[in-house]
């Protein structure tokens, strides 16, 4: 007996079971490209690759409160195979109402790291006193214009002050939510002295350089106990920045791979890939009861066809196989549908400003892996339900 | 007869695998709602560890920059007068262009009526003096660095065609803003620009251990409808926003997962309406109305998922924190306590409810004007 023509379940039930199917596979997929969107976003924060170094403070429990010594930056810029050192200090502050991170940087510094492309304006300059550019996401969250003069406060300190918007960029990461001025207003909103940063960025050439030469520098300046609170006279090509030698413990501060970095402040929450993917395939598991009761009433709808083909002869498995069959197609499509809807849904919730966390928006980009996994387990659902129906 | 066919329903095979639906959609909503109050929790702790003492500004009403700010000089006198106040400083700050080698550049002046006192509030370090006269001013460390200002330097700055010459007679170092502005006495203000008697800010700072509400609820009744009070340091409200930003994806997150249990509910329903077609044809024979098989429907839906959702807040908080327990076997520095608030886990029950009933409404609409013979659906 042959039945794949034979069309006996109703079409406007298989398209009820497609949209019962998808809404499941489009809560797993929703929370599997936030959450890993989120971990992707994070790692990325301060640059992406093995050429990319974070000096950063051991103590500090994120990556925006700790503090280390600016001079580091000279001392490892000087370094053959060191191709880039920025010093950044990072604020916290609120402006116009709203929350936002500053970054205080040394322009000619932070462009061997980061290409920001002025879509208005041009870039700072380390002698800006008293202007910022602003990234394209928080210029339009902020409604702010070339221009336009704005009063910036700290959150960590009771420090305030007008800045004057001198262009907005874009660069495709998360500094878009991000305003960037000089280094010193980044410490004096930070709280912190000018021999102070709240990280280093280091862009190496890694085939002459490793994170271990980078390591020995600050071991090596951590033992040589310059006197504490002197300033250096020799010439140097920003000397609006004050530069003082401070004596620091080697214990306290860290080297280590930007991306790396960023992940070891997850991982000690526990915040892992794995762990989110986990996370997710809960969420599916625990909405994948609909799918199953799903198939099961199909299978009951249509228990008089069913019941009118095995008096024919066919027997259990064989329908079974063939209900199998129909649906499996549909139980596909219903996969990539809640795929597709997660994705929209993501996107546009992301454009109205609802996709942040700590004031960066997070990136939505679908994932192989967990596009794989909602097919998969949708497929093997639904062939589990099938094969182990009850039918008379 | 009402409650004995409900009974019967309830009592049918599918009513256990279908509150267990319903619930374990409820637990994925009240787990992921227990963890942001966590952290959320959390946040708002480390809020308090922060020394929230920041100054207050008084500003006029529709300026949104300091130098576009004018507010009335004699308010700063008003204000020292209260108890509450430690201190009120009126403040002009300028636009000034200064001549320098490298052409013109725009700088700012903070004008004060005492250079000395302003200073020292900031726990500057100065190399030189502070201004005697008018004729004297302070510079910057960073200013002074980025065009080449000495102590002894004498500058011309102006504005809108009215210019001065000032004598720099002190390099200082504060660590704020003011590192990069000339330090100049207030009657410079008036010089450069002709106003007299209007300042861009009075900063306030409160007494130490005044209660801040209060004390500003003083402040608010001597000033003008036309200014103002601005807190600077707004550490409560940035910590606000980034928990506002985390619970405004959980509450779009949440309306799908509201749109599974709906689709959960219709299926709910129609297998209810396939499985126990008989019992209602039963009914229907037996002389039924066909609003009794709808309001049998929606009875039943509502007592599956009121029961799925209570069993759902439980299992998700539960569940959350053992979870939070066992993770913190292995990773010590983990320190979860997931929780949830009781008016949410009535909210996640009113929501799942109303969600069901809405899944199930089609479903059992189409039965009641569905035929004996026919089969719905």
């Not at chain 1, 069309?7 to 998808?22: D, F, G, K, S």
Request: aromatic fraction near 8%.
């Amino acid at each position: 007996m042959r039945l794949t023509g034979f069309r006996y379940l109703r079409r406007q039930r298989v398209a009820a079971l497609v949209v019962i199917t998808a809404f499941p596979s489009m809560l797993f997929s929703m929370t599997a490209f936030s959450l890993l969107g989120f971990y992707r976003g994070f790692s990325a924060y301060l640059g992406e690759g093995e050429d990319i170094m974070v000096i950063y403070d051991r103590n500090s429990r994120t990556p925006y409160t700790g503090l280390v010594p600016v001079y580091l930056a000279d001392r490892i810029r000087a370094v053959s195979g060191v191709l880039a050192s920025s010093a950044e200090a990072i604020a916290p502050c609120t402006l116009k109402g709203e929350s936002v991170f500053l970054r205080g940087i040394v322009p000619e510094d932070f462009s061997k790291l980061n290409k920001l492309t002025m879509m208005e304006g041009e870039m700072i300059r380390l002698e800006d006193l008293n202007f910022m550019v602003v990234g394209r996401n928080v210029a339009e969250r902020l409604g702010l214009n070339l221009n336009d003069k704005v009063l910036v406060s700290s959150v960590l300190t009771g420090r305030y002050l007008d800045l004057q918007v001198k262009g907005v960029f874009v660069s495709h990461s998360p500094i878009d939510d991000e305003i960037v001025a000089p280094i010193y207003v980044g410490q004096w909103l930070r709280g912190a002295d000018y021999a102070h940063a709240t990280i280093i960025r280091v862009k190496i050439d890694a085939k002459t350089v490793s994170r271990s030469d980078v390591l020995r520098v600050v071991e090596e300046e951590a033992s040589g106990q310059p006197p504490p609170g002197r300033e250096e006279e020799e010439p140097t090509e920003e000397p609006i920045i004050p530069r003082i030698v401070i004596r620091f413990r080697a214990e306290d501060i860290g080297v280590e791979e930007a991306a790396s970095f960023m992940r070891s402040y997850m991982d000690r929450y526990g915040v892992t890939r794995e762990s989110l993917m986990t996370l997710s395939l809960a969420v599916f598991f625990f909405s994948s009861v609909s799918i199953a009761l799903g198939y099961k009433v199909i299978i009951a709808q249509h228990r008089g066809e069913v019941d009118v083909l095995r008096c024919l002869g066919a027997s259990k498995r064989f329908m079974k196989v063939d209900l199998l069959a129909k649906l499996l197609p549909w139980s596909i499509l219903a996969s990539f549908t809640g795929t597709a809807m997660a994705l929209a849904t993501l996107t546009v919730i992301q454009s109205c400003g609802y996709l942040r966390v700590l004031s960066h928006t997070v990136p939505v980009q679908p994932d192989l892996l967990a596009i794989a996994l909602n097919l998969g387990f949708i497929i093997l659902l639904s062939a589990l339900t099938i094969l182990k129906s009850e039918l008379r | 007869m009402y409650s004995l066919a409900l009974k019967s329903l309830l009592r049918t095979g599918g009513t256990a695998s279908s509150i267990v639906a319903i619930a374990l959609l409820v637990a994925i909503l009240s787990s992921a709602q227990s963890i942001t109050n966590h952290i959320n929790f959390q946040t708002e702790m480390l809020e308090k560890l922060v020394y929230a003492g920041g100054p207050y500004l008084i500003l006029s009403g529709n300026s949104t920059s300091i130098t576009d700010s004018r507010v009335d000089a004699g308010l700063a006198s008003k204000l020292s007068g209260l108890s509450c106040v430690r201190w009120a400083v009126p403040q002009r700050v300028i636009e000034a262009e200064l001549e320098t080698s490298a052409g013109s550049r725009t700088i700012n002046i903070r004008c004060l009526d005492d250079v000395r006192g302003f200073l020292e509030r900031m726990g500057s370090y100065i190399n030189g003096t502070t201004p005697e006269s008018w004729v004297e001013a302070d510079v910057g460390e960073v200013l002074a660095r980025a065009y080449n200002v000495n102590r002894g330097d004498e500058l011309e700055l102006g504005v809108g065609g009215k210019h001065v010459k000032l004598k720099i007679v002190g390099v200082f170092r504060s660590q704020t803003n003011s590192d990069a502005e000339l330090l100049a006495s207030m009657e410079i203000a008036y010089m450069l620009t002709g106003e007299n008697g209007t300042v861009s800010l009075v900063e306030i700072v409160l007494q130490q251990g005044v209660d801040s509400r209060e004390a500003l609820s003083q402040i608010a009744q001597l000033l003008p409808e036309n200014v103002r009070l601005v807190q600077t340091q707004q550490l409560k409200e940035f910590t606000q926003q980034m928990n506002m930003q985390t619970l405004a994806f959980l509450n779009v997150w949440s309306f799908v997962v509201y749109a599974v249990v709906a689709a959960a509910s219709y299926i709910i329903s129609t297998r209810l309406l396939t499985e126990s077609s008989y019992e209602f044809s039963m009914l229907r024979a037996l002389g039924a109305e066909k609003r009794l098989t709808l309001t049998l429907v929606l009875a039943y839906t509502l007592t599956v998922s009121l029961i799925g959702s209570v069993l759902g807040v439980a299992l998700g908080t539960a569940g959350s924190q053992t979870a939070s327990t066992m993770l913190r076997w292995f990773l010590p520095s983990v320190d979860l306590a997931p929780f949830i608030e009781l008016w949410q886990a009535f909210q996640t029950i009113t929501l799942t409810v109303a969600s069901s009933i809405l899944g199930c409404t089609y479903p059992a609409l189409r039965f009641t004007h569905a035929r004996c013979v026919e089969q719905p659906l």
